[in-house]
């Protein structure tokens, strides 16, 4: 060929080349999550991952901008929760990323699926500290505090590191995973045809765990052999989205059951088997245990003391599909590991048509033991006092949810924790959202954001006044986005009570004391939504039921007696005492 001709043939290729379309990391990380069936995002711009955020809207996800990474962390874990789909958190480097990442603790340690998924600086500047822009080593620090951590290097590469991340969020125990983009990545151009090539839509993230059928049997006979068996329902029962095979099961043993806080409503609270009302009697008196998706971590007292009878009183049956989670604290007679679907509906089936429910004797105590204590706190939860004390308030709002049961209860606090969730009852899974196994407080804006982006319903979020400092700035986000969210904020001027005094007479404040008759409101109304403030239950019903049907945000200051509550609500036990006496 002459010189001519090969000059004319590169000059070809070249304009081949330059016609062939091309993709780069920003596309090809948007394209593996939308592959994935995952199409919202929640996080915080800056660089560098400003442009992502944007291209992702471009690109049909949803986008929703927080002002604090830790909230918008917050929403990603709740959304896995909610969706069994791992929640995705979008921060920059450094500072951003460790914003999120106690979200991506909360998440592990709630055994939520959650990818936090942080722009950082490169590798040759990071790894010898040559002191970039936000320099860090993120992938180490995120590593302890997750289920998995992986970083991204080539573009081609970005299919893989997500489907990794999806499948270690997702599969067996659910948890947090940190993925990490250096910026220098996201600019990383390939043509399309290899990077659609490159991406990977995950097969099956959350195999079926089905138990063996000799681990069925044993957990049958040990739960046929009890006089007073019991079933604790936890928060990985209300995940699995098991909820008919659960109630068929729960039904069909005839025992009675308590749910821990987040699985209220996974069978309504007023299901004849219900004791949560007689949660310390059945604790104690009972003489087999069966824990589905609960662990028997301090929430549960480890499983002993007193509150659980006499040592060795109880058998444990357990389901979990973490296999450590066994023997943790007590000895568990009858281990069930797999998925709760799958254990359950083997267990319904196994149970045949012949099985005997519970004795009468044990089942007439315990709805004798919940008739008295809601006789006893009935009348209390009628009071219309001003200022407004725990029942009165919560007393209303238990009414709203149960003429509203689709609504979503998000509940944070100390005092206004511990008494919602005895007071307010939760018909339906998956609507009461909480603190969780660490009890954080700040989870609040963020779990309702995501509670009314991921599943449309209403929000009622019931907040100490403490709890909503953490996050209230998210109430311009609530405001921004337009969603249905009425936060109640109870104000007792306070952290548990807002009664301390300095004893030292320095006009410093208390160290557990905020400004007195403070205007939450107002923040609501800052930002266009509207901002009540409500004395009496009946001031606060209103407000409540005119939030929740017009949709609008709102936010309600519910002024409570500041003498109404304890220190650390009901778990003030927990608080270390000094044994020096003050002078
Ligand atoms: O059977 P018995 O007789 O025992 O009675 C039980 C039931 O039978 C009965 N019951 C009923 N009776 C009648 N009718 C009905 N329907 C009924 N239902 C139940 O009621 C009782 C109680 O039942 P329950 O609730 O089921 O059982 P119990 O015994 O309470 O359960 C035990 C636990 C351990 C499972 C339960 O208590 C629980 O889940 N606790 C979680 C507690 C928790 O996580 N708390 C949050 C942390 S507190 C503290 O740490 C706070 N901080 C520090 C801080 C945190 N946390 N985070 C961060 C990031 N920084 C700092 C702070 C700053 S709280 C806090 C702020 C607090 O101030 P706020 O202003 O926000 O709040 P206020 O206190 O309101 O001012
Ligand atoms: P709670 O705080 O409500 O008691 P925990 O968070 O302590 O609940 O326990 C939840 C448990 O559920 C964890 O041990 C987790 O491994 C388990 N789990 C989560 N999803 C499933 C599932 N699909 N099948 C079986 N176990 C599950
Ligand atoms: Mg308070």
């Known amino acids: 060929m002459s010189t001519e001709s090969t000059a004319a043939v590169t000059e070809q290729v070249e304009v081949i080349q330059e016609e062939q379309e091309l993709t780069d990391g920003f596309h090809l990380v948007i394209d593996a999550l939308k592959l994935n069936g995952i199409n919202t995002i929640y996080g915080v711009p800056g660089i560098p991952i400003t442009d992502l955020g944007r291209m992702a809207q471009a690109a049909g ?3 929703l901008s927080f002002r604090h990474e830790q909230h918008a962390g917050n929403a990603a874990a709740i959304a896995g929760y909610l969706t069994k789909k791992p929640g995705i958190c979008l921060t920059v480097s450094a500072p951003g990323f460790l914003n999120g990442l106690t979200a991506l603790a909360h998440a592990t340690t709630n055994c939520w699926p959650m990818i936090l998924i942080s722009g950082s600086s490169e590798r040759e500047i990071v790894d010898l500290q040559k002191g970039d822009y936000e320099e860090m080593d993120q992938l180490a620090i995120a590593k302890p505090l997750c289920k998995a951590a992986y970083r991204v290097l ?13 499948r270690a969020a997702l599969s067996g125990r659910p948890g947090g995973v940190y993925l990490d983009l250096p910026a220098s990545l996201l600019g990383q151009v390939m043509t399309a045809e290899e990077g659609a090539k490159s991406l990977i839509e995950v097969v099956d993230p959350a195999p079926a765990q089905v138990p063996g059928a000799d681990a069925i049997d044993r957990a049958l006979d040990v739960l046929k052999q009890a006089e007073r068996p019991l079933i604790i329902l936890g928060k990985g029962a209300a995940y699995a989205q098991a909820d008919e095979a659960i109630r068929a099961f729960v039904e069909k043993s005839g025992a009675p059951y308590i749910a821990m806080s987040m699985a209220k409503g996974l069978l309504p609270d007023d299901h004849p088997q219900y004791a949560g ?15 589905i998706g609960a662990r028997l971590n301090w929430l549960l007292s480890h499983g002993k003391g007193k509150q659980w009878g006499a040592p060795g009183s109880k058998k444990f049956i357990h389901i979990d599909i973490d296999p450590k989670e066994m023997d943790s604290n007590q000895p568990i007679a009858a281990p069930l590991v797999g998925d709760i679907e799958s254990c359950v509906t083997a267990l319904t089936a196994a149970m045949g048509e012949s099985w005997v429910k519970p004795s009468s004797g044990w089942l007439d105590m315990v709805r004798a033991k919940v008739q008295t204590n809601m006789d006893r706190m009935a009348p209390k939860l009628q009071n219309n006092n001003v200022p407004m004390d725990y029942h009165g308030a919560l007393g209303a709002l238990r009414t709203v949810i149960k003429q509203r049961p689709e609504t979503i209860l998000v509940n944070e606090g100390a ?3 511990d008494f919602a969730r005895s007071i307010i009852d939760i018909y339906r899974p998956r609507k009461r959202l909480d603190v969780g196994t660490w009890g954080v407080m700040g989870i609040g804006m963020g779990t309702a954001i995501a509670a009314a982006v991921e599943t449309g319903c209403p929000v009622l979020a019931v907040e100490g006044d403490s709890a ?14 337009n969603l249905p969210v009425c936060v109640v904020v109870f104000n007792n001027n306070g952290i548990y009570r807002g009664t ?3 004893p030292t007479g320095h006009s410093d404040p208390a160290p557990t004391v905020f400004v007195e008759d403070s205007r939450y409101d107002l923040m609501m109304q800052a930002f266009g939504g509207v901002g009540v403030t409500a004395t009496s239950p009946d001031d606060l019903s209103r407000a409540v039921n005119d939030a929740l049907s017009s949709g609008r945000p709102t936010l309600i200051n519910a002024v409570i007696d500041p003498q109404a509550g304890t220190e650390s609500g009901r778990i003030g036990n927990l608080n270390p005492q000094s044994v020096v006496s003050k002078k």
Do not use: P, Q, W
Not at 154 to 166: K, L, S, T, Y
Not at 278 to 285: C, D, P, T, Y
Not at 470 to 480: A, K
């Open 415 to 417: 005092n206004t924790l």
């Open 61 to 63: 996800m949803r986008v």
């Open 468 to 481: 909503f400092g953490f996050s209230g700035m998210e109430v311009e986000t609530i405001c921004r986005y």
């Open 500 to 502: 301390d005094v300095n």
């Open 154 to 166: 080539h573009a081609e590469d970005i299919g893989i590191g997500m489907a990794r991340a999806i």
């Open 277 to 291: 009302a007689a949660r310390s009697l059945v604790l104690k008196e009972s003489d087999c245990v069966m824990l």
